[in-house]
């Protein structure tokens, strides 16, 4: 007897489970112009924020470039003596303890020397 409640009891709930679970249908929805508006601009903003960026980040990088690619005048300075002595070379080709020139020369610097960059 207990068992038939049970059993009916448990397909009225699988039924109220089923009916529950059915796709209910969407009501029309009624955008509100203003709304639209203003999303469309954000976005529209967003885009023109994010071009200038990427056009500003490669004007950096072209300047960079560029300027790592200039002829430099080196001057190597002993610091004991005063001797001078003058090199052109590339200026990502300039290290701290030396740089190779234009000739193809590759140059040195000892402790007691300094180096002195030149631009034009």
Not at 50 to 56: F, K, N, S, T, W
Not at 84 to 106: P, W
Request: glycine letters at 6%.
């Amino acid at each position: 007897m207990i068992s038939k409640i049970l059993v009916t009891l448990g397909v009225i709930m699988a039924c109220m489970w089923m009916l529950s679970a059915r796709v209910k249908p969407e009501l029309r929805k009624v955008l509100n112009p203003v709304a639209e508006r203003r999303k469309k601009q954000l976005r529209n903003g967003a885009i023109a924020f994010m071009i200038v960026m990427i056009i500003a980040a490669g004007v950096m990088i072209y300047l960079e470039v560029d300027e790592r690619s200039a002829v430099v005048t080196v001057h190597v300075i002993n610091t004991q003596s005063g001797a001078k002595k003058s090199y052109r070379a590339m200026k990502n080709e300039i290290h701290s303890d030396g740089f190779t020139t234009l000739d193809g020369v590759q140059v040195f610097v000892a402790g007691i020397e300094r180096i002195e960059i030149e631009t034009r």
